[in-house]
């Protein structure tokens, strides 16, 4: 199963060069058979640009986390910190397989009244929007 993911243009661009092989998230799919993320970079690039395979998905306490993640987190520890302030669970989703399309997918112009998620939804195969 598929997730649209709504990412940062500056931390897409860190996922697809490498820099960046953890995605963090306060709070992680109630589904567990998610393989592949699709990747939406929110605005200014409002734009499906990509996808990723989930090579795992890391559970633990924001401190202990970061020392596991840290070398491959594409963040500053500051940003890491404020992000994860007052929780006691973070979840870092490993990635592996990233894939950049050749052409990135407007959704506006692919589905009437397309919002971006405010985390991530599900995709069914009839939301694709790529395979149309």
């Known amino acids: 199963m598929k997730a649209l993911l709504s990412i940062k243009p500056q931390f897409v661009e860190k996922i697809f060069s490498g820099e960046k092989r953890f995605e963090y998230r306060k709070c992680i799919f109630a589904n567990k058979n998610i393989t592949t993320i699709v990747v939406y970079a929110t605005m200014p ?19 202990d986390l970061w020392i596991e993640t840290c070398p491959f987190s594409g963040i500053e520890k500051t940003f890491y910190d ?44 009839s939301h694709c929007f790529y395979n149309e």
């Open 45 to 63: 690039i409002g734009k499906i640009v990509g996808e990723f395979r989930v090579d795992e998905i890391l559970e633990n306490n924001p401190s």
């Open 82 to 125: 404020a992000y994860f302030e007052g929780k006691s669970k973070a979840f870092a989703i490993k990635i592996k397989d990233v894939q950049i399309y050749d052409e990135p997918i407007n959704p506006y112009m692919k589905r009437e009244k397309f919002t971006p998620p405010q985390s991530f939804c599900y995709l069914k195969s």
